[in-house]
């Protein structure tokens, strides 16, 4: 943090601050040029840095962040990407991976056969939500615990690893028993006491943005997770409230560079949520990996009409292989491969 002066300051106000900063344990690195004194901030300590305890000084003018506030997240600890493994492989490399699957699971011999044809299709790991995140208590609520033992058994299947979202921090053990990857969801993304259970968990965690978030509050959600040394954790941009209804969120596409420069955690993209229509899925899917998405989290639907839940944004199987297809050549005209 660096502390700007007011022009002409008193030697006591520097005093006073500089006596400030060594209180509360961290090193003064003084700069005083012909017009103005900067007094840098340096070094570890216990107590938090608080921008306005010092901007609320005399004769300080203004306080400048250099460092993130949300370290661990940060390149500023952490300057080599991280690559959180995935069945085998590892998501943040040159290979774009793919989650997908349908956004409930509504049956046994429903995931199963989904996991089937979404591995065949080149997907990476399975998606299917056992406990859902409904707007109304009246529409379908997730069939819970036989819903993660059916998904256990699709990965015995196919290999497939398994990400579902968990919704409450109590859930996490049971949760954690069966998934690979515990996805927390955009209305859960600043639920404090849930990205602790998560970070305690030491599973891999999706975390998706809050529709109303910035970045910023999304990497500080993270930095919950990754402060209990728990470091596999996935972004994901699915979209934000915005006053356009043409679709159900608006997919930020910029925030996938944005995000590449502010963190070394990988980041993917989930066109379903941010669309809310099959149609616009695969254009808006194509354009997060040629901006540098390192992955996308898809729906597949066995029979969307039939869904009961996010039918409108479901891929059919044969529109999920099509839309690998051109992904796939996305990838590799930016040197990659999906
Ligand atoms: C989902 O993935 O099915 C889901 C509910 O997503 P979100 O939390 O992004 O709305
Ligand atoms: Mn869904």
Redesign the pocket.
Known sequence: MIVVMQKGCSAEAIYNLMERIKGDGYDVHLSEGEERTIVGVVGHSPTPLKEENYSSMPEVEKVLRVTAPYKLASYDFHPNDTLVPLNGTLLGGEKVLVVAGP??VESREQIIETAHAVKEAGATAL?G?AF??RTSPYSFQGHGEDGLKWMAEAREQTGLPIVT?VMSSELVPLVAEYADVL?V????MQNFHLLNACGESQQTVLL??G?SSKLEDLLMAAEYVLSHGNSRVIL?E??IRTFETATRNTFDLGAIPALQQMTHLPVVA?P??ATGKWEYVEPVARGAVAAGADGL?L?VHLQPDKAL??GRQSLTPKRFRQLMENVRQVAQAIGRDA
Do not use: Y
């Open positions: 956004c409930s998606r939500g859902k995140p979202e996805q969801g955009a209305r859960n998706k943005r529709m994901c699915r979209g989930d379903s949520h989290l729906e839940s996010d």
